[in-house]
């Protein structure tokens, strides 16, 4: 099912408190925790209780870019069927899967249709955000139809699922000459109202398509406003924010924010400044399918940090 | 589809301008009324800064992989312009029109027209 209605989502209990107490670090073979402030190594037993204790696994694919066919991929539906047939080869089925943003190129009917034909063959729930590819008809209404059901505003919203709160969020539209990504106050407002209440114990996963962070302004890579959003989420014991837009992997670690960006499955782009323009980068064929892919998120309660694997296609 | 608006005439002469910020003048039907063209590669408005008269067509044309757009907040706007597509805008009257490219706002660029 794609058109998740945000408004039902339940949330399921856990033990917050844990989180916070007990923090726990998988190493080379030796699991650390952190109870009142001191850390103390677990017994292998409890050790081996606390990995197969069951957590939370979702997918993340990013810039399907369906109908794009130039030069650095003529065939962009067909690497996303790649990419949907990865996820459903995976050992352990994800609950579900968040798309951040561009699932199409030029926001056509039949490519939004053609992108659900293949996204909808995971069998998974998938929670969309907007890329700035997705907004381009006339009136602005093909993606708000089949995802924006139960969103706030141009799409933004929130669920909880698994112990986590997860928060939607939309930085392509607004967007002021010679700026950034863009969220806006009324985004914003509705964030911090979103966020307050929560114990700082809830492990927060944000979602957006532009890069939360400023990657590389010269090629627009990053939120105006983004540091406003992270300022609501100051005091949370987790934070991990997945953006797309850049179609390659990313990551920074700041206190207790992660930030990831995810491969396209549609064309790789370049490595900031390595190139005259953020444009499409054709590559070799060989070397194509080694620069596209999925991420998948995994969390267990407790964990402070959520273990992201990034799959390419192929290698 | 078609995302061309072309509100001057000798569209076809117009395509034929390459250099960017060669005025030609056209025949003696409207003696100031050109046309001229602005690239866009690489997400860059090519040239930046253009100087036309009251009248004068100027026209966007994108040569990236990647659809963009050219608007001037409360003067014109465009359509996502796909590869090879163009927009075409006629200045009625003088002034500053600064504008940039709603999907990549990093594109900047100014028509001014005496």
Redesign the interface.
Known sequence: MSEHDHRNDDERGLSRRKVLECMTWAGTGVLWTIAGGVPRSMGLVDAATAAEAPGLSFLQISDSHVGFD???NPNALGTLEEGIKKINAMDRKPSFMIHTGDVT???KVEEFDNAEKIISQAKLDVHYVPG??DF?D?EIKLYKDRYGKGTKGAGWYSFDAGGAHFIGLVNVVD??????GNLGAEQLEWLEDDVKSRSKSTPIVVFAHIPLWTVY????WGTEDGGRALEYLKGFGSVTVLNGHIHQVMQKVEGNVTFHTARSTAFPQPAPGTA?????MKVEDAKLRSMLGVASINFKQGDERLAIIDTPLQG | MTLTTFRGMHLHAARLIVAAAVLLPFGGVAAHAQEVQVMID???FAPAELTVKVGDTVTWTNR????HTVVS?GKFRS??M??DNSYSFTFASAGDY???C?????M?GMIKVE
């Open positions: 130039k030069p650095a190129h030029l926001s700035e590819h381009l006339e967007l002021k000459a010679g700026g950034l302004p010269q090629w627009g005259p323009s953020p444009g499409p | 690489n997400f860059t990236d992989d990647i659809p907040a359509k996502a796909d590869t600064k504008y940039f709603s999907l990549h706002p990093h900047t």
